[in-house]
C-alpha cells in the first residue's frame, strides 16, 4: 500500500510516521501532485496558522489538486479545517470539501484548548473498535461547525464537529497519532477502509 503525507511545511510529519510505522505501514512524504494522484490513502496534516499553510498549498497547487482526490483522504487538526469552505483564521478561504465554516472558540473558554477531551456520536467505520466518549488529544484555537457532515463531536463550551466525512475525505480535528490506544486504532482504521 502507499500511503502518502502531503509534506507543504505545515504538518506534524515526525510523530504522523512513527504512528504509522509502529502500525507496520511505511510512509510516503511529498509535495509533488503526481505522486500524491497515485498514492492508496493520503494524510493531510496540519499545524500552525491557515492563511500561511493555505499559501503554502498553493505554491505546488496543491490546493487545486487535493479537493479532486478519489482516493480516502484524512486531513488532521489544521488539515481538517483546510478541508472547509473558510475559517476566520486570518480569513482564509479553504479547500470546500466541507461546506462548513471554522470559527474561533469564544472568550468564555481558555484558547487554545490543549488536552484530552472526549470525542461523542461516532458515526463511521473510522471509529470501529472505538468506544464512545473516548479521549482524544486536541490543540486548537479553532473549531469546525456542526453539520450534516459530522461523524463526532466534541464540547468545549460549546458543541463542535470533532470529526467530519464526505465521500472519500475525512477529517479529525484531535491527533490520532498523540492519543494513545484510541488513536492507534483510528489510524489502523483509516488504513483499512
Partial sequence: MKL????YGAGNI?????AFNRLGVETLLSNCPEVI??????????????????????????????????????GICLGMQLLC???EEGDTKGLGVFDIHVKRFNANVKVPQIGWNTIKNLK???????????YMYLVHSY???NCSDTIAISDYGIEYASALKRNNFYGVQFHP???STAGKQLLKNFIEL
Fill in 124 to 134: 463511521s467505520d473510522l471509529f470501529k473498535g472505538i468506544n464512545d466518549s473516548e
Fill in 85 to 87: 469552505k473558510h475559517t
Fill in 14 to 18: 515526525k510523530s504522523l510516521q512513527f
Fill in 4 to 7: 502518502v503525507i502531503i509534506n
Fill in 37 to 74: 494522484k497515485t498514492a492508496d490513502k493520503v494524510i493531510f496534516p496540519g499545524v500552525g496558522e491557515a492563511s500561511s499553510a493555505m499559501k503554502m498549498l498553493n505554491i505546488n497547487q496543491l490546493d487545486k489538486l487535493i479537493p479532486t482526490l478519489k482516493q480516502p483522504v484524512l
Fill in 143 to 145: 473549531y469546525a461547525e
Fill in 177 to 179: 497519532e498523540k492519543s
